[in-house]
Protein backbone atom coordinates (compact mmCIF):
# COMPACT_ATOMS: atom_id res chain seq x y z
CA UNK A 1 0.00 0.00 0.00
CA UNK A 2 2.67 2.75 1.30
CA UNK A 3 4.72 1.46 -2.53
CA UNK A 4 1.34 1.66 -4.08
CA UNK A 5 0.48 5.51 -2.54
CA UNK A 6 4.39 6.74 -3.51
CA UNK A 7 3.92 5.61 -7.23
CA UNK A 8 0.71 7.34 -7.20
CA UNK A 9 2.25 10.81 -5.49
CA UNK A 10 4.96 9.94 -8.10
CA UNK A 11 2.34 9.58 -11.50
CA UNK A 12 0.59 12.85 -9.92
CA UNK A 13 3.66 14.85 -9.46
CA UNK A 14 4.90 14.20 -13.07
CA UNK A 15 1.36 14.13 -14.54
CA UNK A 16 1.36 16.61 -17.45
CA UNK A 17 -2.23 18.15 -16.41
CA UNK A 18 -1.43 21.42 -16.81
CA UNK A 19 -3.87 22.37 -14.21
CA UNK A 20 -1.95 19.95 -11.39
CA UNK A 21 1.72 20.54 -12.48
CA UNK A 22 2.77 24.17 -11.84
CA UNK A 23 5.86 23.51 -13.99
CA UNK A 24 3.51 23.37 -17.37
CA UNK A 25 2.28 26.88 -16.06
CA UNK A 26 3.17 30.17 -17.74
CA UNK A 27 7.14 31.40 -17.61
CA UNK A 28 6.50 34.34 -15.20
CA UNK A 29 5.24 31.07 -12.81
CA UNK A 30 8.12 29.71 -13.38
CA UNK A 31 10.57 32.42 -12.62
CA UNK A 32 8.91 33.28 -9.73
CA UNK A 33 9.64 29.92 -8.31
CA UNK A 34 13.16 30.07 -8.91
CA UNK A 35 13.54 33.61 -7.45
CA UNK A 36 12.41 32.43 -4.62
CA UNK A 37 13.84 29.76 -4.31
CA UNK A 38 17.51 31.70 -4.79
CA UNK A 39 16.05 34.11 -1.92
CA UNK A 40 15.40 31.36 0.45
CA UNK A 41 19.07 29.95 -0.10
CA UNK A 42 20.63 33.56 0.42
CA UNK A 43 18.62 34.22 3.41
CA UNK A 44 19.73 31.37 5.01
CA UNK A 45 23.15 31.10 3.66
CA UNK A 46 23.35 34.97 5.84
CA UNK A 47 21.82 34.61 8.39
CA UNK A 48 22.81 35.36 11.63
CA UNK A 49 22.07 31.20 12.58
CA UNK A 50 24.20 30.00 9.41
CA UNK A 51 27.25 32.10 10.04
CA UNK A 52 27.36 31.81 13.63
CA UNK A 53 30.50 29.58 14.36
CA UNK A 54 30.42 28.74 18.15
CA UNK A 55 34.00 28.34 19.53
CA UNK A 56 34.97 26.57 22.39
CA UNK A 57 38.06 24.98 23.64
CA UNK A 58 42.03 25.82 23.99
CA UNK A 59 43.24 26.85 20.33
CA UNK A 60 46.19 27.19 19.04
CA UNK A 61 48.83 29.92 20.44
CA UNK A 62 47.76 29.77 23.95
CA UNK A 63 44.49 31.30 23.29
CA UNK A 64 41.16 30.32 25.38
CA UNK A 65 37.87 30.96 23.74
CA UNK A 66 34.39 29.96 24.62
CA UNK A 67 30.95 31.96 22.34
CA UNK A 68 29.71 32.25 19.12
CA UNK A 69 32.48 34.06 16.91
CA UNK A 70 34.61 34.38 19.79
CA UNK A 71 37.46 34.46 18.07
CA UNK A 72 36.75 34.42 14.81
CA UNK A 73 39.22 36.09 13.13
CA UNK A 74 42.18 35.35 14.92
CA UNK A 75 45.81 34.51 13.43
CA UNK A 76 48.66 34.81 15.09
CA UNK A 77 47.68 36.25 18.43
CA UNK A 78 48.37 34.59 21.46
CA UNK A 79 47.72 35.00 24.99
CA UNK A 80 43.84 35.69 24.41
CA UNK A 81 41.37 34.67 26.23
CA UNK A 82 37.55 35.28 25.02
CA UNK A 83 34.28 34.32 26.53
CA UNK A 84 30.86 35.69 25.11
CA UNK A 85 29.14 36.16 22.09
CA UNK A 86 31.94 38.13 19.41
CA UNK A 87 34.19 38.71 22.30
CA UNK A 88 37.21 39.73 20.27
CA UNK A 89 35.83 38.71 17.16
CA UNK A 90 37.65 40.71 15.03
CA UNK A 91 41.10 40.12 17.00
CA UNK A 92 43.89 38.93 14.09
CA UNK A 93 47.72 38.77 15.61
CA UNK A 94 46.30 40.67 19.31
CA UNK A 95 48.03 39.06 22.34
CA UNK A 96 47.29 39.20 26.00
CA UNK A 97 43.61 40.18 25.68
CA UNK A 98 41.28 39.31 27.39
CA UNK A 99 37.68 40.04 26.85
CA UNK A 100 34.28 38.64 28.66
CA UNK A 101 31.02 39.66 28.01
CA UNK A 102 28.34 39.88 25.07
CA UNK A 103 30.92 41.95 21.69
CA UNK A 104 33.49 42.81 24.53
CA UNK A 105 36.60 44.10 22.69
CA UNK A 106 34.73 42.94 19.31
CA UNK A 107 36.64 45.46 17.34
CA UNK A 108 40.14 45.09 18.71
CA UNK A 109 42.74 43.50 15.63
CA UNK A 110 46.30 44.06 16.79
CA UNK A 111 45.34 45.79 20.03
CA UNK A 112 47.22 44.28 23.20
CA UNK A 113 47.19 43.83 26.95
CA UNK A 114 43.73 45.06 26.63
CA UNK A 115 40.73 44.04 29.49
CA UNK A 116 37.31 43.92 28.77
CA UNK A 117 34.38 42.63 31.24
CA UNK A 118 30.80 43.30 30.21
CA UNK A 119 28.71 43.64 27.85
CA UNK A 120 30.14 46.01 25.39
CA UNK A 121 33.09 46.70 27.52
CA UNK A 122 35.38 48.04 24.81
CA UNK A 123 33.28 46.87 21.75
CA UNK A 124 34.78 49.12 19.40
CA UNK A 125 38.60 50.02 20.68
CA UNK A 126 41.83 49.50 18.59
CA UNK A 127 43.73 50.54 21.16
CA UNK A 128 46.22 49.28 23.86
CA UNK A 129 45.99 48.07 27.21
CA UNK A 130 42.74 49.84 28.64
CA UNK A 131 40.50 48.13 30.80
CA UNK A 132 37.12 48.57 31.33
CA UNK A 133 34.89 46.53 33.69
CA UNK A 134 31.16 47.47 33.88
CA UNK A 135 28.49 47.26 31.03
CA UNK A 136 29.27 49.79 28.34
CA UNK A 137 32.36 50.46 30.25
CA UNK A 138 34.89 52.32 27.40
CA UNK A 139 31.95 51.59 25.00
CA UNK A 140 32.92 54.65 22.68
CA UNK A 141 36.96 54.48 22.83
CA UNK A 142 38.51 54.08 19.38
CA UNK A 143 41.84 54.65 19.44
CA UNK A 144 42.58 55.75 22.60
CA UNK A 145 45.07 53.68 24.80
CA UNK A 146 45.90 53.29 28.88
CA UNK A 147 42.37 53.92 29.89
CA UNK A 148 40.65 52.37 33.00
CA UNK A 149 37.01 52.33 33.45
CA UNK A 150 35.25 50.65 36.26
CA UNK A 151 30.92 50.32 36.55
CA UNK A 152 28.00 51.05 34.48
CA UNK A 153 28.58 52.97 31.30
CA UNK A 154 32.03 54.01 32.92
CA UNK A 155 34.16 56.05 30.40
CA UNK A 156 31.23 56.19 28.23
CA UNK A 157 31.67 59.52 26.49
CA UNK A 158 35.42 58.84 26.03
CA UNK A 159 36.36 58.47 22.75
CA UNK A 160 40.18 59.16 21.76
CA UNK A 161 41.40 59.95 24.77
CA UNK A 162 44.58 57.96 26.68
CA UNK A 163 45.34 57.68 30.39
CA UNK A 164 42.34 58.21 31.74
CA UNK A 165 41.18 56.75 35.09
CA UNK A 166 36.67 56.85 35.45
CA UNK A 167 35.33 55.00 37.96
CA UNK A 168 31.58 55.71 38.35
CA UNK A 169 31.96 58.14 35.97
CA UNK A 170 30.90 59.23 32.26
CA UNK A 171 33.91 61.09 31.42
CA UNK A 172 34.24 63.92 28.91
CA UNK A 173 34.46 63.38 25.27
CA UNK A 174 37.97 63.86 24.06
CA UNK A 175 40.29 64.30 27.07
CA UNK A 176 43.34 62.49 28.26
CA UNK A 177 45.22 62.09 31.70
CA UNK A 178 42.25 62.84 33.61
CA UNK A 179 41.07 60.65 37.18
CA UNK A 180 36.86 61.21 37.56
CA UNK A 181 35.28 59.66 40.35
CA UNK A 182 31.71 59.69 40.00
CA UNK A 183 29.07 61.60 38.13
CA UNK A 184 27.57 65.09 39.30
CA UNK A 185 24.52 64.65 41.27
CA UNK A 186 25.03 61.61 42.21
CA UNK A 187 27.26 61.73 45.07
CA UNK A 188 26.65 64.40 47.96
CA UNK A 189 29.44 63.27 50.04
CA UNK A 190 33.58 61.68 50.16
CA UNK A 191 34.87 59.97 52.26
CA UNK A 192 38.31 59.00 52.16
CA UNK A 193 40.32 56.42 54.24
CA UNK A 194 44.33 57.08 55.65
CA UNK A 195 44.36 60.95 55.12
CA UNK A 196 43.39 62.17 58.56
CA UNK A 197 45.52 61.87 61.55
CA UNK A 198 48.57 61.10 58.84
CA UNK A 199 51.46 62.82 59.44
CA UNK A 200 53.35 64.69 56.02
CA UNK A 201 55.97 67.18 55.14
CA UNK A 202 56.57 69.47 52.61
CA UNK A 203 52.63 69.55 51.85
CA UNK A 204 50.57 71.64 50.24
CA UNK A 205 47.33 72.44 50.74
CA UNK A 206 44.64 71.06 48.50
CA UNK A 207 41.43 73.09 46.94
CA UNK A 208 38.52 72.04 44.79
CA UNK A 209 37.27 74.58 41.99
CA UNK A 210 33.59 75.17 40.79
CA UNK A 211 34.05 72.35 38.28
CA UNK A 212 34.80 69.88 41.11
CA UNK A 213 38.16 69.83 39.74
CA UNK A 214 40.92 69.08 42.89
CA UNK A 215 44.36 71.02 42.51
CA UNK A 216 46.92 73.29 44.42
CA UNK A 217 46.73 76.96 44.18
CA UNK A 218 49.43 78.12 41.51
CA UNK A 219 51.42 81.70 43.26
CA UNK A 220 53.72 81.67 40.23
CA UNK A 221 53.45 84.81 38.20
CA UNK A 222 53.36 82.56 35.02
CA UNK A 223 49.51 82.01 35.96
CA UNK A 224 48.38 85.58 36.72
CA UNK A 225 47.98 88.67 35.11
CA UNK A 226 47.53 92.69 35.82
CA UNK A 227 49.50 92.44 39.11
CA UNK A 228 49.43 95.64 41.15
CA UNK A 229 49.62 96.10 44.58
CA UNK A 230 46.71 95.81 46.57
CA UNK A 231 46.61 99.73 48.51
CA UNK A 232 43.33 100.39 50.47
CA UNK A 233 41.39 97.31 48.67
CA UNK A 234 42.82 95.44 51.92
CA UNK A 235 40.98 98.06 54.33
CA UNK A 236 37.62 96.14 53.76
CA UNK A 237 38.64 93.70 56.46
CA UNK A 238 38.70 96.59 58.98
CA UNK A 239 35.01 96.11 58.57
CA UNK A 240 34.74 92.33 59.72
CA UNK A 241 33.77 90.83 62.79
CA UNK A 242 35.73 87.79 63.83
CA UNK A 243 33.23 85.52 65.85
CA UNK A 244 33.59 82.87 67.73
CA UNK A 245 30.89 79.70 67.05
CA UNK A 246 29.93 76.29 67.13
CA UNK A 247 28.75 73.98 63.71
CA UNK A 248 25.24 72.51 64.12
CA UNK A 249 24.76 68.85 65.75
CA UNK A 250 24.33 67.73 62.53
CA UNK A 251 27.67 68.67 61.46
CA UNK A 252 29.79 68.52 64.56
CA UNK A 253 27.99 66.49 67.47
CA UNK A 254 30.50 67.26 69.61
CA UNK A 255 29.95 70.63 69.50
CA UNK A 256 33.78 71.83 69.25
CA UNK A 257 34.41 75.87 69.51
CA UNK A 258 35.21 77.07 66.54
CA UNK A 259 36.40 80.71 65.22
CA UNK A 260 35.94 82.66 62.23
CA UNK A 261 33.41 84.74 60.14
CA UNK A 262 29.98 84.30 59.25
CA UNK A 263 29.77 84.22 55.27
CA UNK A 264 26.34 86.05 54.81
CA UNK A 265 28.38 89.36 56.39
CA UNK A 266 31.39 89.17 54.64
CA UNK A 267 29.47 89.43 51.68
CA UNK A 268 27.92 92.62 52.75
CA UNK A 269 31.62 94.19 53.05
CA UNK A 270 33.40 92.17 49.80
CA UNK A 271 31.23 89.50 47.59
CA UNK A 272 34.53 88.79 46.23
CA UNK A 273 36.04 87.30 49.80
CA UNK A 274 32.74 84.61 49.20
CA UNK A 275 32.17 81.75 47.48
CA UNK A 276 28.63 81.16 46.52
CA UNK A 277 27.16 77.50 46.23
CA UNK A 278 24.98 76.54 43.47
CA UNK A 279 22.51 78.87 43.75
CA UNK A 280 24.15 81.53 44.37
CA UNK A 281 23.98 81.34 48.06
CA UNK A 282 27.46 82.20 50.09
CA UNK A 283 28.55 79.73 51.53
CA UNK A 284 32.23 79.88 52.92
CA UNK A 285 34.52 82.54 52.85
CA UNK A 286 37.91 82.65 51.14
CA UNK A 287 40.08 82.89 54.09
CA UNK A 288 43.58 82.92 52.16
CA UNK A 289 42.12 86.00 50.86
CA UNK A 290 41.45 87.62 53.98
CA UNK A 291 44.81 86.33 55.49
CA UNK A 292 46.72 88.20 52.29
CA UNK A 293 44.73 91.13 52.91
CA UNK A 294 45.14 90.94 57.18
CA UNK A 295 49.01 90.96 55.78
CA UNK A 296 48.82 94.32 53.56
CA UNK A 297 46.98 96.01 56.60
CA UNK A 298 49.99 95.22 59.03
CA UNK A 299 52.15 96.08 56.38
CA UNK A 300 51.32 99.07 56.15
CA UNK A 301 50.82 100.04 59.96
CA UNK A 302 54.55 98.38 59.95
CA UNK A 303 55.38 101.35 57.34
CA UNK A 304 53.59 103.89 59.77
CA UNK A 305 55.55 102.56 62.79
CA UNK A 306 58.56 102.74 60.86
CA UNK A 307 58.11 106.08 59.93
CA UNK A 308 57.10 107.00 63.08
CA UNK A 309 60.15 105.53 64.85
CA UNK A 310 62.15 107.35 62.23
CA UNK A 311 60.74 110.45 62.69
CA UNK A 312 61.31 110.00 66.23
CA UNK A 313 64.91 108.97 65.88
CA UNK A 314 65.50 111.90 63.76
CA UNK A 315 64.02 113.96 66.88
CA UNK A 316 65.99 112.24 69.43
CA UNK A 317 69.11 112.96 67.32
CA UNK A 318 68.16 116.78 67.48
CA UNK A 319 67.52 116.53 71.38
CA UNK A 320 70.74 114.99 71.36
CA UNK A 321 72.27 117.40 69.47
CA UNK A 322 70.40 120.41 71.11
CA UNK A 323 71.51 119.18 74.52
CA UNK A 324 75.05 118.87 73.17
CA UNK A 325 74.87 122.29 72.30
CA UNK A 326 73.14 123.38 75.57
CA UNK A 327 75.81 121.71 77.54
CA UNK A 328 78.51 123.49 75.38
CA UNK A 329 76.74 126.78 75.97
CA UNK A 330 76.71 126.24 79.77
CA UNK A 331 79.92 125.26 80.01
CA UNK A 332 81.17 128.83 78.02
CA UNK A 333 78.39 130.18 80.54
CA UNK A 334 80.50 128.88 83.55
CA UNK A 335 83.55 129.74 82.04
CA UNK A 336 82.87 133.60 81.38
CA UNK A 337 81.42 133.56 84.64
CA UNK A 338 84.12 132.24 86.41
CA UNK A 339 86.48 134.78 84.63
CA UNK A 340 84.01 137.76 85.85
CA UNK A 341 84.06 136.49 88.91
CA UNK A 342 87.97 136.66 88.95
CA UNK A 343 88.51 139.98 87.30
CA UNK A 344 86.35 141.70 90.15
CA UNK A 345 88.32 143.67 92.52
CA UNK A 346 88.14 142.36 96.21
CA UNK A 347 86.07 144.05 98.47
CA UNK A 348 87.08 146.41 101.07
CA UNK A 349 86.02 146.83 104.60
CA UNK A 350 85.94 149.57 106.38
CA UNK A 351 87.26 150.08 109.66
CA UNK A 352 83.98 150.61 112.27
CA UNK A 353 84.50 154.36 113.80
CA UNK A 354 85.54 154.60 117.47
Same mark, same amino acid.
Given at each position: ?10 ? *? ?41 ? *? ?22 ? $? ?94 ? @? ?27 ? *? ?19 ? $? ?8 ? $? ?42 ? @? ?16 ? @? ?7 ? *??? /? ?13 ? /? ?15 ? @? ?13
Amino acid at each position: MKTTAMKNHTL *QTNSTDPVRNPFNRSPWWRTFLVLATAFAVACFAFSPSARAVC *QEGCVNNENTVLGEDALLSLTTGT $ENVALGYDALQNTTTGLNNTATGHSSLASNTVGFNNTAHGWHALIITTGNQNTGVGCDALVNNTTGSNNIAVGFRAGVNLTNGSNNIDIGSNGVVG @ESNTIRIGNTGAQSATFVAGVRGVAIAAA *QPVGVNTAGQLGVRASSARFK $EAISSMDKAS $EAILALRPVSFRYQKSLDPKGVPQFGLVAEEVAKVNPDLVVPDE @EGKPFSVRYEEVSVMLLN @EFLKEHRTV *QEL /KSAAAKQEATITRQQ /KQIEALTAVLQKVSAQV @EMSRPAPQRVADSQ
